[in-house]
Each structure stands twice: as C-alpha cells, then as structure tokens.
C-alpha cells in the first residue's frame, strides 16, 4: 500500500516533490520520483513495505527492458499466479513483487490485463513508445484516484492535497457536490468539492498523452443484473463459505504480519475467525475500540467490546483496546483534513483510533469486514425497502398525508427517529424512492439552507449521478438489487471505503477487504434475495454460513452504528465550534448556506423540534474543509 501523484503536461518538476510531501503519511518506508521529459511525464511514489520488502519494490518502477514504468499503490492478490503464466511465456522479472508483475502484464496484454486483476489497486503506467499513461483505479474503488485536467496538462494523486500542490488548480466551489454532501453525507464519484478535481470511479481507466485526456472509460462494473441462481438453500451457505474462505486466504498474502479489525460484529468476526484458521499455529493480532463516555452507547449505537471479547475469547486471537473518551471530539479537524472531503461521519475517527494502535504495535496490514451490509443486505433501509409491499400500494393522497405526519414527528427517542425517516419520502415512486432512503435530509428543507446562488445555479442533487446511476439497470432488476447497486457504486465507494483508506493511510496500515473479492461478490449477486434478507434480518445466508466458526450471540445480532454520540456533542462538546463554523458572518461570507436558514436548523435542533444533527454536522464539515483546502494556498491543518 502506498501513495501516488503523477502530471502529464507542462508542469515544473519540482511539483512532483511537492505532491510527494504532501501524502508522506501514505508511504513511511521509501520514497520515489522518475521524470520523463521527452514526454513530459512525471511519476511519484510513497511505499508502505508489504510484499518485497527489499529495494527492489523501490518505485516508480521500471520493466526490465525499461519501455513502461509505474507508480502503483495496493495489492494484486492473484499476482502469484499471474507471475508464473508470464514467466512461462518468457518474459523477465528482477523483483518478488507484484508491482513487476503489473509491468510485464501490461507488455503482454495492454488494457486488458485489467480483466484479469483481483486485487485492490490505484496504479499509473507510462508507456515510453508512444509517450501514453494509463490511469486505473480497481473495480469497487478501495483505493482512491484524483485528477485534474488543466490548461497545462493532466494531474493525478491518491489525494487530493496533493493535486492541489498546483496552486494553478481552481479552487472554484461545485455546487452540486455540496448539495450531495448535504443530502447523502458525502459526494458520488465523479464529483469533488471542486469543479475542476474529479474522482476516477472505481472500475475505470483513463489514457493520457500529452497532457489531455485522450480516452475514459469503464472496464468494470458490479454484477448486480446477473440472473439468479437457483441453489438448494444448503448448497448455497456451502457455497458462500467456500467463496468467502478463498478470499480471506488470499488476502492473507504478506511478507509483514496481518492483524484484523474485530467489532464483534458478524462481519469482521467472520473475517477475524477465517484468517485464524488459515494462519494455524500464528496468533492473529485484532483490534478495536472502548469508550469511556456511555453516552457512546446511546443514539441507536451498542457497546460492540464485549462481543469483540468474547469472539476473542472463543477464536483464540490477541485483542488490543484503544479506550477513548471526550478527546474524541478534538480529533474532527484531522479527520476532515485527512479524508480530503468533508464526510459527515464521525465513524472515521474510530477507524483512525484502531489504525493507530495497530501500527504501534508493528500492524502495517488490517483485515476488514467492510462490504458485508453492501452485498448480503444489513443497513436498517434494506429491511425498510422489503416491507415497502405492505404499504406501497396505498393511493398517493394517502401516502401524501404519511409523508406529512412523519416530517411532525418530534424526534425525541431512536424510535420516534427511525419511524420519521423509513416515512419522510413514501410519496416517491421506483427509483426516486429507492434513493431517498440515502437522504439525512428531505430535499424541501435542504432548500431551507441553501444560499439563493446556490438554489439557483445547481441541479436538484437527487437528478445527480445517484439516480442515474440505475437508469443503466435492466427494468428486471428488483427493487432490493437496485439499492445494493448503489451501496457498492456510491455509499461504499465514497464513504465507507474512502474514510477506511484515509484514516488508515494516514497511521501507515494497509486495510483488505475479503468481503469484496470480485468472485464472492459474483456469487451474492446470483442469490435469490430471499437468502440475503429474510424479514427483518438481513445477512441470513452469511449468519448461517458462520454458524459452524462463531458463537451464536455473535452470529445472530442485530445491526449497530460504529460512530459517536453526534448528537450530544452538537450540543454540548462541539457548541462552540458549530456557534463558529456556522455564525451568520462565517455562513455569509462562504456564500454556499442562508445565514437566516441555517440558524433556524440550528435552533430547531437543539430545541428538539427536529433531528438535523447530521446535516448540522456536514455544514460544519464543509466549512472546515473550505478553511483546509480552500483559503490556503495549499491544503493545511494550521
């Protein structure tokens, strides 16, 4: 796992040592540029030692016959497989690693090599014969890729404090990115915060030469269309557990050693009890997190550490505690720094918490359960969405009027929360339905907050990539299906994945996820969804594949938040700090929000007359990252 940056165009060399510098904390253990004037090409590179660990993983990298060169950052975990098959077709290697096999693949198969990768992956290679780069990000976006297409050519980095290490880069606000951060709490790829930076989507590439972007396109895709799979019930957990056991063991390939993260929920529990088996005799080193506040278990949330115990306990693994408390709360400005957006979670602290004690205790890899909810079902709106029958078919004018009793229900307990918001949209229809379960907040009272320039120059963000996204869905593709087809291409993506990668990267580990090895993630595709979400309990075909390796306390629980108590900080830990971020002069002088607006929602919220904390929160976010990343000449904490 590493970090790169690379232009093509006419840039100063010296930018690439900037961008280097900028994304340090992604590579502690080496360092690396290569230029190419005779194309203008520049390639950088932060190491994070995994496989190979000697110099001769050193990158940018550079073929044995010295025609293609790479800047690369994950893991090929079939790269075994794929080093043997070209080896038998003749061709050279001077490394153990599968940096080396990403070059001599490329000079085999050109752009298809991508077809034969099962890895996670964000790489560049520059071709010297024809002075081209291929820009790849994997196909379910664990890694993260930024570019820019500027007047002087064509920047890309793992991050994107280090594009703007070009100070020529616009710093111009898109208003539809803040619109989606507002609604979803985080922005779909392709957008950013800024006009002029976009992210690569995961399963595309792009062709680069001379310092424009001559070719974009999609070379992969989630297999959400394919046709189910009419497996007898047995056969089918058989097969989800021999699947699921192929991908821990391949992800297990290191030559440092691998630790896991370990909730003590069904996820990383799996994960945690597969990798033990595999390792035998070895110890595996887990991970996770306590909090001293029980306010931490409040707000729909659980106490997750006696579970993670007692999995510990039955597994026979090494469980390491970080216990944290109210300094929790000093850690948002980091937070929002290192995600380079301004996600409205604070989730991604925790995951920083435990990045950091793994990697004081030698951790440099952590398995994750990451992916579990997104392809076997498990969010609260799966269960939502398959009980949607026994009330869709009321009239409109009904479903109008449920509309408009759930937006007055006072928000005073969990309960009362979650009925308001499984009915702040049952007037929609189809599609628009199926995405306004990713709303924290109902497009009308967004508008509320929204400065007039604002409401005025961008596009309604539900029209946005979300709900386009499955017009490219067959009509066939049921309901439940098209949800788990955003949760990969959107919420995972660009949310989950990309704070798991930031805040990790950030403490020097690496973080897997055997949950979303393509051909597991095939396989849940073809299952009849009465498999994956059985009433009101979703994961059913994963519960009982690990009925065998885990307790059934641990294989039978419900779904719980990994975050903090938001809401009483808001009010109480974090009131100065939003009394700052959100005053009237700093809302008017950004010119994004309605100072009168956004006072109001404030006020509401304290006063209990509404749950707006989340998107409270992602103005407070937006502004931070504003103050970071735009009204610096480069991106800083200071």
């Known amino acids: 796992m590493c970090g790169i940056a690379g232009y093509s165009g006419d840039f100063d060399t010296e930018l690439l040592q900037r961008m280097n510098d900028a994304i340090a904390h992604r590579g502690p253990d080496d360092a690396g540029l290569a230029t190419f004037p005779e194309h203008r090409v520049g390639l950088a590179h932060r190491r994070l030692s995994i496989i190979d660990l000697s110099q001769r993983g050193h990158q940018p990298m550079a073929d044995v016959t010295g025609s293609v060169s790479i800047t690369y950052n994950g893991e090929i975990y079939n790269y075994r497989q794929l080093r043997r098959d070209l080896i038998a077709d003749g061709y050279r290697f001077a490394s153990d690693c599968d940096t080396e096999v990403l070059l001599n693949l490329y000079l085999r198969d050109g752009e298809k090599m991508l077809e034969r990768l099962n890895g996670i992956f964000a790489f560049a290679i520059y071709d010297s014969r024809d002075g081209s780069m291929l820009i790849v990000r994997d196909g379910v976006g664990v890694k993260p890729v930024y570019y820019a297409e500027t007047p002087r050519g064509v920047l890309f980095a793992s991050e994107l404090k280090a594009l703007l290490q070009e100070r020529s880069i616009d710093r111009s606000i898109d208003h539809d990115a803040v619109r989606h951060h507002l609604l979803f709490l985080w922005s779909p790829s392709p957008l950013t915060m800024l006009r002029s930076v976009h992210k690569l989507e995961p399963g595309h590439a792009l062709r680069v030469r001379h310092g424009r972007i001559e070719r974009h396109w999609c070379f992969y895709d989630l297999p959400i269309g394919e046709e189910f799979v009419e497996w007898p019930t047995e056969d089918a957990i058989v097969q989800v557990r021999k699947h699921l056991t192929q991908a821990v063991e391949r992800q297990l390939v290191s030559d440092v050693p691998v630790g896991a993260f370990l909730s003590g929920g069904l996820d990383s529990s799996a994960i945690v009890a597969l990798a033990q088996r595999a390792m035998g005799n070895e110890r595996l080193q887990c991970f996770t997190i306590g909090f001293q506040d029980p306010r931490a278990i409040a707000e729909g949330m659980a106490d997750d550490l006696p579970y993670a115990r007692q999995v510990a306990r039955e597994l026979d693994v090494d469980l390491h505690v970080v216990t944290v408390g109210p300094e929790m709360v000093d850690e948002l400005r980091n937070m929002v720094f290192h995600l380079d957006e301004p996600q409205a979670d ?115 963000a539900p029209r946005g990539p979300v709900l386009r996204a499955l017009d490219g869905l067959p009509d066939s593709v049921p309901p439940l299906n098209r949800m788990l087809y955003l949760e990969g291409k959107f919420f995972l993506a660009d949310h989950n994945l990309n704070y798991v990668d930031k805040v990790s990267m950030a403490s020097g580990v690496e973080v897997r996820v055997p949950l979303l090895d393509p051909d597991l993630m095939r396989l849940a595709a073809r299952l009849p969804l009465d498999v994956k979400q059985r009433g009101r309990t979703g994961k059913w075909i994963l519960r009982r594949a690990m009925e065998t390796y885990l307790p059934r306390s641990v294989v039978h629980r419900g779904k719980t938040g990994f975050g903090a108590p938001l809401r009483h900080w808001l009010r109480q830990d974090l009131r100065p700090l939003v009394d700052d971020l959100l005053s009237d002069r700093a809302v008017a002088s950004r010119g994004l929000l309605d100072p009168a607006g956004v006072r109001a929602m404030i006020d509401s919220d304290r006063n209990r007359r509404c749950d707006a904390s989340y998107t409270i929160f992602s103005m407070m976010c937006i502004e931070l990252w504003c103050r970071m990343f735009v009204d610096k000449p480069t991106p800083s904490l200071d």
């Open 346 to 460: 604070p989730a991604p602290i925790n995951a920083l918490f435990i990045s950091r004690l793994a990697r004081e205790h030698g951790i440099k890899v952590l398995l994750s359960g990451a992916g579990g909810d997104d392809i076997f079902t498990g969010y609260r709106r799966h269960s939502a969405l398959n009980l949607e029958p026994y009330w869709s078919w009321l009239p409109a004018p009904v479903r109008r009027g449920m509309r408009v009793a759930a937006s007055r229900v006072r928000p005073t307990t969990e309960l009362r929360r979650r009925l308001s918001k499984a009915f702040r949209h049952a007037d929609l229809d189809g599609d628009e339905r199926i995405v306004s379960y990713f709303h924290w907040i109902a497009p009308d009272q967004l508008e509320s907050v929204l400065s007039p320039e604002l409401r005025q120059s961008a596009a309604p």
